[in-house]
């Protein structure tokens, strides 16, 4: 899938996000994370998600070109 650069700026900024929701998540990620870092876990992994899926509607669209 290919997508535009606006897809792929929200694409990559989800990933990490995501990334950083879940290693600050104390019951998956690491287990000693200070508090306010803790406690942030759950909205980066649901903005993370939330950017990916967006992502998805920026797409490159194909041109099909035929000649008559």
Known sequence: MKRTKIGKILY???I????????????????????????LSL?????GIVLVI????YKQV???KQDV
């Open 12 to 14: 990559y900024t989800g």
């Open 16 to 39: 990490l996000l995501f990334a950083a929701g879940f290693a600050f998540n104390q019951r998956i990620g690491i287990a000693d994370t200070p508090e306010p870092y803790g406690a």
């Open 43 to 47: 909205p980066l992994i649901v903005a």
């Open 54 to 57: 967006t992502s998805n509607f």
């Open 62 to 64: 194909k041109e099909n």
